[in-house]
């Protein structure tokens, strides 16, 4: 497991490309003018990860924030989703192309079925699953996405997937926060060389004022923001925060300059509810 020390550093996915170790997420970014802002903003900070989804209608903003930055596309990691209505194999392909075209760039980083059971495919899900992984597999054989793995699949749904796919994912997104570790979600991930990202690091605010938190943050004069995401880091996983404050955006950026030791690390564990999850991948009206 590799620790990232520094907003340049990369892990490496299981077929070699580098990914970088941390990445801004835009989930609710808005789709104008004050969304391409605050991805300049993360852009021009440092980050060159970059996480969109289908869903969140915001990939033109996305596109367009790589265009007017000064950065070379190939610098910037990509990374799209295949939203649940877009399952099946030829509905990926073509939902894939629509992210292309919205985007406007030749070739994902990395794309991703977004969610394991999609609403009424609760007993067949698998099959489905399986027909866009091969949708999947076809966009990665021909170079189209430089990488491709999913979001949310706990372990029952990997081994399903697994059962009949030429190639392992190389990512899973899930959700992961101090008081939800996922922790036998990721052993698995790890077991079978799959990068875990985190989305909802922060636990989309909810652990901010988290006691335990808030003394380790004034142990290392840090805020709790910034030591969920070293906890994170320490932990081998990629955090995509999100923020459209120029101010939060760098803050969240600056987690390279101390450590946490092996007591914040056991503290912070004692924080962990398994099941304390924001939205269920088997449920996702759950909240």
């Known amino acids: 497991?590799?620790?990232?020390?520094?907003?340049?550093?990369?892990?490496?996915?299981?077929?070699?490309?580098?990914?970088?170790?941390?990445?801004?997420?835009?989930?609710?970014a808005p789709d104008d003018t004050s969304g391409t802002r605050s991805i300049l903003d993360a852009l021009e900070a440092g980050y060159r990860l970059i996480d969109t989804a289908s869903v969140y209608g915001n990939e033109k903003t996305v596109g367009r924030a790589v265009r007017e930055s000064s950065i070379p596309r190939e610098e910037i990691f990509i990374t799209s989703k295949v939203w649940n209505t877009d399952q099946g194999y030829e509905s990926t392909l073509s939902a894939f192309d629509a992210s292309l075209n919205r985007l406007e760039t030749d070739y994902l980083d990395l794309y991703l079925i977004h969610w394991p059971i999609p609403a009424g495919y609760e007993k067949d899900y698998r099959d489905l699953n399986r027909e866009t992984w091969k949708a999947m597999e076809r966009l990665y054989k021909e170079g189209q996405a430089r990488a491709i793995g999913v979001s949310n699949f706990l372990p029952r749904h990997l081994e399903?997937?697994?059962?009949?796919?030429?190639?392992?994912?190389?990512?899973?997104?899930?959700?992961?926060?101090?008081?939800?570790?996922?922790?036998?979600a990721v052993a698995f991930c790890r077991e079978h060389g799959i990068l875990v990202e985190s989305w909802g690091p922060l636990a989309r605010g909810g652990v901010l004022e988290e006691p335990v938190l808030r003394r380790i943050a004034d142990k290392h004069k840090k805020s709790v923001a910034q030591i969920c995401l070293r906890w994170e880091l320490q932990r081998g996983i990629v955090p995509l925060p999100k923020s459209v404050h120029a101010d939060r955006i760098k803050a969240n950026l600056d987690v390279f300059g101390f450590s946490l030791d092996g007591e914040d690390m056991a503290l912070i564990d004692t924080l962990d509810a398994p099941g304390h999850y924001s939205i269920h991948p088997d449920h996702l009206s759950e909240e």
């Open 1 to 28: 497991m590799k620790i990232i020390t520094s907003p340049g550093d990369t892990q490496r996915l299981s077929n070699g490309l580098p990914i970088p170790g941390i990445g801004y997420g835009t989930y609710l």
């Open 160 to 184: 399903a997937l697994m059962e009949q796919a030429d190639t392992i994912p190389m990512v899973n997104q899930l959700e992961i926060n101090p008081r939800y570790h996922q922790t036998e």
